[in-house]
């Protein structure tokens, strides 16, 4: 595909969680505990457990884990595991909802400056479709991406990169025409095992993760005012303010 002036369409695919939104601590964090309220479960995650379980991706997969964990068998998890998720799901929309799930700051407006500059948004996540699309549509407006790739679309989720595969197969792109924007060593694992170029901006969870494969790590979005942290820049970027549509432009460009 290509734009008016001839130049190739590029597809900047975005993560959701940690990434365009800060979702894990108090908010999925919140809904998975509510949930074992509701069920009668004296389970509770606090922010350190929490810290450690996010690097098992999708919240399934993480219950089973804990539980694992915990010594439950594999028949009572298999019953107790998809109820459990879907109230938390139900629990989570809730919360996004009631405006208690916030955009990651400088997200919307990189956003906005991406679109003006004719480039294509795309969102690859791990996350379940229930709550991800009134997520997206609060904060951006669901209409701007162009294709929404959710876990429940995908057999195996990050770090494997089928829902990379499958959000550039939507969008008509090879792996030149498309950059990943991620938080977590997990996200791009999955951005690098589908031969995509990934920046990575980190939050309070991520911040120490290995991200030696990463092609950008900086610490916020470029926002007014805000002083930006390089953690790493090994094609010589520059992100004076923090990621921001230069910088994208110019990966996407190597
Ligand atoms: C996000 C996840 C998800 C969320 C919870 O990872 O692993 O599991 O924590 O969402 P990434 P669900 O940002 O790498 O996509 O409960 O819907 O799975
Ligand atoms: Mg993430």
């Known amino acids: ?19 365009l939104v800060d979702s894990e601590r108090d908010g999925h964090r919140v809904a998975f505990n509510s949930a074992f309220e509701e069920l009668g479960l004296a389970d509770r995650w606090s922010v350190e457990d929490y810290g450690e379980l996010l690097s098992t991706t999708g919240g399934q997969s993480r219950l089973r884990r804990w539980f694992s964990g915990r010594g439950m068998p594999a028949a009572d998890q298999d019953a107790l595991v998809p109820r459990l998720h879907r109230r938390k799901t139900e629990l989570f929309v809730e919360l996004v909802l009631a405006g208690v799930v916030p955009a990651r700051p ?45 876990g429940d679309e995908v057999a195996v989720t ?65 926002q007014p005012g805000v002083a930006a942290t390089v953690l790493s820049d090994p094609h010589r970027l520059r992100p004076v303010d923090g990621l921001d549509t230069r910088v994208l432009l110019a990966l996407a460009a190597l």
């Open 106 to 150: 400088g997200a919307q407006q990189l956003l906005d400056e991406l679109e003006a500059a004719g480039v294509r948004l795309a969102v690859a996540t791990t996350g379940t479709a229930a709550w991800v699309r009134p997520l997206l549509d609060r904060h951006f407006g669901l209409d701007r991406f162009a294709t929404v790739v959710t």
């Open 158 to 222: 990050k770090p494997d990169p089928e829902v990379y595969h499958l959000a550039m197969s939507r969008l008509g792109v090879g792996t030149g025409g498309a950059v990943a924007v991620e938080d977590s060593v997990m996200g791009l694992a999955a951005a690098r095992a589908a031969g995509v170029r990934c920046a990575v901006v980190v939050n309070d969870y991520t911040r120490t993760h290995d991200l030696s494969g990463a092609d950008l790590v900086v610490d916020v979005y470029a």
């Open 1 to 19: 595909m290509a734009d008016a002036a001839g130049s190739p369409a590029i597809a900047v695919m975005f993560d959701v969680d940690g990434t």
